[in-house]
């Protein structure tokens, strides 16, 4: 094939010029990425570049040329062939696209270098390079000094098959650092092992390399054939990488079809032009055929045109030539009247709040009026909406009956509605979800944001990893980031979780189409779930088996076996409890069925436990495995399940803790909370005889918020407990992780429900506004795994699909259940924990009340009462612990002040409600001070419910990897923090006391500023749940100008040595200022640390730690 475009397009410039016609197809692409072409090399026996940069390289060892892809390529020998293309800066672009075709004459073994464009010797280096690295890893990209690596995983030489061109384009986006790579046209699951978008810092010093890895390494020469070796400075587009695939005589086979109806309805003699979709839009193959069921009511050309011949039903389809692909549209011709309905139940149990979707079906299928009207002949009991949901009122029973509007044909389902309690010791008892809907503006976009998330992740893929457990073929890949790791399905658990409190929340929604489309994804999962379940039954993993891997990792933690584990039992806790859920939230009766059969496999492990085995297996975190398996107790009544469940309970930790001894120091917080919830569920489950359980569960709290817990509500550094009441001297990037917050106010709020102490709605109120709500983006609805305490750093949020971090298992569960604990009720009382503006409607009593509430920026708060019943409902508001201390609470009920005083932490108000009564509360605020135990000076602000920060700015807001590919933020040495405040005169403790003067509200808004300091009117304070774009303080040291030691202005840390890698003579630098040190003497040496891994160095013979030269050269 010659290769005589250039001169083609230019005649056909010229021709378009002078005619005005157009003779020749440019294709899009050479239009879009023409200008930002860098490097063009066709190899048509040389190696001249043809992009107007004009890099002509120059060939290490012989030139060998074959025939290409289009015309000629190169032949790199693996030994001492590469190109080495110079200096040019160009060939670093911030963003980048590479194209190429790739031909191995046999199966590859050991690195390949595609390319090199990194300095020689440094892969840590400013610059990218692109590699064919192992067996297992077909295509790596390595970008920027942190450096992020971007990686194709699988068979390579599958991917890159021999005696076969193999075409491949990488694309790289520095504001994002998203990454896609395309085999043959079609995008690749890409993982990272580390994500940084820190761009590629260009230079003009270091030479360019093609087929070998510079000359500071010596080795990875490339044995590979390389034909149309193109670099852009922008990120092309999918469709961009298709057009250039299929112009350079790529074939990319067709991968679906649609068509724009699904049913239709024609009148005899007419017609309807039906339109097909095929996908990719640049398949190379996208021709389709036409046919129909019955030929004698509709029929259908090869375009796709339909006629009606005569009255009846007939089905359209759609088949692509390439791959049979399908799809269909029912087209009813004239009018088919209805002839009957059946129901897909006759009759059903449910419990009370419980939600059940009935289907109907119209006979015959295609009728002209399908609709149907549904009624329930007791809605106290039962009631039904337009579409067929079925909820649970009260216990009793109710006829659910379905009628066609055309012929008026019925169906019934008789509806038998039960009460289970999950919390038949509780004093105070939840609403449902789908009874408390929020108005506020910004917590619905915090849903919604979730939501979208939620529906944008495909269940295949997170379903992948079971499919292959059970042995059976995955529908699509795996995610990437901890999903791809021995951790992987714990994001299924929280995801069954989140969509079906989304589910719920969304029932009562009058667009019915997003609570359709999440109830048929749960459905799906959830089938599918069930298959790899009764697919285990033929495996080693045994019947009841249910993992994203087999049952090894559960072998090797009892030391039955040999290899890598994590934490098998905590990934467990999340696919049970989502199973649970589901089924609590859905009525999927196939969830409960695979949750129980889940649960007669844990039983089966863990009943055969000595008190050794028990002791080692929980020594390793498990999550709240006790927690779900009282809860599916609960549900089943099968003793084998609370069997288990008390296998999961440290009786020796409850003790220690119930007894008042504080053992919380240096350990992993997020491993031990959750114990406690499942102590507590032992108590909930069983009453006062375990009375130990719920003692531990209050002693446990106590210490954590009392002696470990920060403004916020939350706690923790670098995801352990720190030594009680020692907490400035900790804050750093890496406080308070979110599964923290996330887990110990599902500890509070069960605390809360058995005791009904204010103190546990007063700190989840403070803990839900400043951690949970604090941590999503409010544009992208990504949310955080840490939220430093450390003044100058900032959040960094998680990746869609490339992190799957744990706190992105319960970021997803957090923001749909935000209305969850608001109120609360006994038979004849409701409790108003938070003001959030928000409906609810108790349906058991008859009551509907509406909250309007915009705290912290009004500090009135008004309900009224819609509906009410005829009985006395005492409404008890909460006297919230963050009000002035100086000013007075008023309370009026239709414009009438109560005198009503705080009763245990509520102010009562007991009447029989009327529709349209009017409540009003004042709640006023002032900010508030508060001091950290080891650091009287370490000081932060609250107005009322909410924490203040300050803005700090957004410079170089670098991030750096940590821990298990965690992101984190930096302070680099060039960005300069001040953490500390002067005040001008007097006392620091004179300067607190008098705050009310001190800190001054800017007018109209909730933002203040200083009085009386270096930083009047400078530092401007705002809430900061609302903060996550800049650099933040929260706390800050009060000095007087008057004391002896003045702080000098903090810079970032210059570096920062974790020795958490295995081995290796490199010591990575985390601060991301790129000051990696080098280990001398003691490469193998490393251990187990207080936090991840440490580096022990011997006193005799020569071992120390290398810094990088200047390092110290200015302090």
């Given at each position: 094939?010659n290769?005589?475009i ?23 692409y ?12 066709k ?10 940069n004009?890099i002509?390289?120059?060939l ?14 190169i ?69 920027g000094t942190?450096p992020?690596?971007?990686?194709v995983?699988g ?16 694309t ?9 790579i ?8 890409v993982?990272?092992t ?8 260009a ?5 360019k ?14 044995k ?8 852009y ?8 990488i298709?057009?250039?695939y299929?112009?350079?005589?790529g074939?990319l086979?067709?991968t ?5 109806k ?20 640049r398949?190379?193959?996208?021709a ?20 009606g ?8 389809t759609?088949?692509t ?5 399908t799809?269909?549209c ?14 897909d139940?006759s ?24 609709a ?5 002949s ?8 337009d ?27 008789i509806v038998?509605v ?59 890949p795996?995610y990437g980031?901890?999903e791809n ?23 009562n929604?009058?667009?019915t ?6 109830k048929?994804?749960?459905?799906y ?11 285990n ?9 249910l ?8 072998d090797?933690l ?21 199973l ?13 069925s ?5 649960g007669?496999?844990?039983y ?17 975190e ?41 053992t ?24 006062e ?35 009680p009441?020692v ?6 990037n ?29 700190f ?10 604090s ?5 992208t609805g990504?949310?955080?795994?840490f939220?430093?305490?450390g003044t ?32 609360f ?31 912290p920026?009004?500090?009135e708060v ?24 100086d ?6 009920v ?19 409600w009327?529709a349209g009564?009017?409540v009003?509360?004042?709640l006023p ?20 419910p ?5 803005g ?18 930096t ?32 007018d109209?808004?909730?933002?203040f500023?200083l ?13 900061h749940y ?23 202005t ?5 570096a ?5 890698e ?5 010591a990575i ?8 040190a ?6 193998g ?19 120390y ?11």
């Open positions: 094939m290769k005589k250039s001169c083609l397009l230019i005649i056909a410039l010229l021709v378009n010029l002078f005619i005005g016609m157009p003779v020749f197809n440019i294709p899009s050479a239009v879009d990425l023409e200008d930002f072409k860098v490097l063009d090399l190899f048509e026996d040389n190696i001249e570049d043809s992009s107007p004009r002509n390289g120059t290490n060892g012989t030139a060998t040329y074959i025939e290409g892809q289009k015309g000629k390529a032949s790199l020998n693996g030994t001492d062939n590469y190109i080495d293309l110079g200096t040019s800066a160009a060939l670093q672009p911030q963003n980048l696209t590479v194209s190429l075709w790739v031909y191995p004459s046999a199966e590859l073994t050991g690195e390949h270098m595609i390319t090199w464009f990194k300095p020689s010797g440094n892969y840590r280096g400013n610059g990218w390079y692109l590699s064919c690295l192992d067996d297992n890893t077909p295509l790596k990209l390595s970008t942190a992020q690596e971007a990686y995983s068979n390579r030489n599958a991917f890159f098959p021999a005696g076969k061109w193999t075409h491949i384009a990488v790289y986006d520095s504001a994002t650092g998203d990454v896609a395309y085999r043959n046209g079609v995008a690749q699951t993982y990272y580390t994500k940084v978008a820190n761009g590629i810092i230079n003009n010093t270091d030479r390399y093609i087929g070998f890895n510079s000359p500071g390494y010596g080795f990875a020469h490339a590979l054939g390389l034909d149309e070796f193109k670099i400075s922008t990120v092309a587009t999918e469709d961009q298709q057009e250039i299929t112009s350079e005589g074939i086979p067709v679906g079809v649609s068509l724009d699904n049913t239709a309805s024609i009148d005899i003699g007419e017609e309807i032009q039906l339109i097909a979709t095929v996908t990719p839009t398949a190379s193959n996208k389709v055929t036409w046919t129909s069921s019955d030929n004698t009511i509709a029929q259908v050309d090869s375009t796709g045109k339909v006629t011949l005569r009255t009846g039903v007939a089905n359209i759609v088949t030539v390439d791959g049979n692909f799809a269909s029912l087209v009813t011709v004239g009018n088919v009247p209805v002839t009957g309905v059946t129901l139940k009759d059903i149990s449910i419990s009370t709040g419980q939600i059940i979707q009935l289907k109907a079906s119209v006979i015959p299928l295609g009728a002209t009026n399908s149907v009207t549904w009624s329930s007791d809605p106290t009991v039962a009631t039904v909406d579409i067929g949901r079925v909820t649970g009122i009260k216990e009793g029973t109710a006829t659910i009956t379905v009628t066609t509007v055309d012929g008026n044909f019925t169906a019934s389902c038998t039960t009460k289970i309690s999950y919390d038949p010791y509780a004093i105070v008892e939840q609403f449902d979800l789908n009874e408390v809907s929020i108005t506020d503006p910004y917590y619905i976009n915090a849903f919604n944001k979730d939501v979208e998330y939620l529906m944008s992740l495909e269940p295949d893929r997170l379903l992948s990893g079971f499919r292959s457990a059970a042995g059976l073929t995955p529908k699509a795996v980031g901890w790791t021995l951790i992987k399905g714990h994001t299924m658990g929280h995801y069954l979780t989140a969509l079906a409190q989304a589910y719920k929340v969304t029932s929604d009058a667009d189409t997003l609570n359709t489309q999440i048929t994804r749960l459905d999962i959830i089938s599918e779930l069930k298959i790899c379940q009764d697919a039954a033929n495996t080693q993993n045994g019947a009841g088996f993992f994203a891997s087999d049952k090894t990792q559960f090797i009892e030391g039955k076996a040999s290899g890598s584990t994590w934490v098998p039992w905590y990934t467990m806790h999340k696919i049970l409890a989502g649970i859920d589901v089924y609590k939230h859905t009525g999927n009766d196939e969830a409960l695979v949750a129980s059969n889940l007669d496999w844990i089966n492990r863990v009943s055969t436990w000595d008190s050794s085995m028990q002791a080692r297996v929980l020594g390793t498990y999550g709240g495995m006790n927690d779900c398996l009282y809860e599916l107790y609960k549900i089943t009544k099968n003793p084998n399940h609370l069997v288990a469940a008390h296998k999961f309970d440290q009786d020796s930790l409850f003790n220690t803790i119930a007894a008042g001894n504080n919380l120091p240096g350990v992993h917080a997020n491993t031990i909370i959750p114990k406690f919830t499942g102590a507590l569920n032992r108590y909930r489950t069983l009453g005889s375990e009375s130990l359980y719920l003692n531990a569960a209050k002693s446990f709290w106590d210490m954590v918020v009392n002696h470990h817990t920060y403004i916020t509500g939350g706690n923790s550094q670098d995801e352990h407990f720190r030594a009441d907490l400035d001297a900790y804050r750093d890496v406080n308070n992780e979110t599964c923290n917050s996330y887990n110990m106010l599902k500890l509070t709020r069960e605390l809360f429900k058995v005791t009904g102490d204010v103190k546990y709605a007063d989840y109120e403070r803990a839900f506004i400043n951690e949970i709500m941590s999503q983006n409010p544009e990504m949310t955080t795994y939220k430093p305490m100058g750093y900032f959040k960094v949020f998680g990746h869609p699909t490339n992190n799957f971090w744990c706190c992105t298992g319960t970021g997803m569960e957090n923001f749909t259940k935000l209305n969850d604990s608001i109120y009720h006994t038979d004849n009382e409701l409790y108003v924990n938070m003001y959030l503006s928000s409906i609810l409607d108790w349906r058991e009593k008859g009551l509907k009340l509406t909250a309007q509430a915009q705290l920026d009004n500090d008004t309900f009224t009462i819609d509906a009410a019943p005829k009985d006395e409902i005492t409404i008890k508001f909460r006297f919230p612990y963050w009000l002035a201390k000013q007075d609470v008023t309370l009026s239709n414009d009438q002040i109560i005198n009503v005083s705080a009763v245990n932490g509520y102010f009562d108000v007991k009447r029989v009327k009564d009017i009003k509360l004042t605020m002032e900010v508030q001070v508060s001091r950290l135990p080891d650091n009287k000076n370490a000081v932060a602000f609250t107005y009322g909410v924490v203040l920060s300050a700090l700015g957004t410079e170089n807001m670098a991030t750096a990897s940590h821990g298990v590919s965690v992101t984190i933020a302070i680099p040495t060039n960005v300069t923090i001040k953490d500390y405040i002067i005040i001008k005169s007097g006392s620091v403790d004179d300067w607190v006391n008098n705050i009310k003067d001190n800190m001054v509200k800017t109209g808004k909730v933002e500023t009085r009386n300091t270096d930083e009047d009117n400078n530092l401007k304070f705002t809430p609302l903060r996550y774009t800049d650099r933040y303080g929260i706390y800050f040291i009060l000095v007087a100008e008057t004391s002896p030691a003045m702080p000098a903090r810079g970032g840390n210059l920062w040595y974790r020795f958490d295995a081995s290796g003579s490199e630098d985390s601060s991301g200022n790129g000051n990696d080098t280990i001398i003497g003691a490469t040496a490393r251990v187990a640390g207080r936090f991840g891994n440490a580096l022990r160095l011997q006193s005799s013979g020569s071992q730690v290398r810094l990088p030269n200047g390092i110290v050269s200015d302090l």
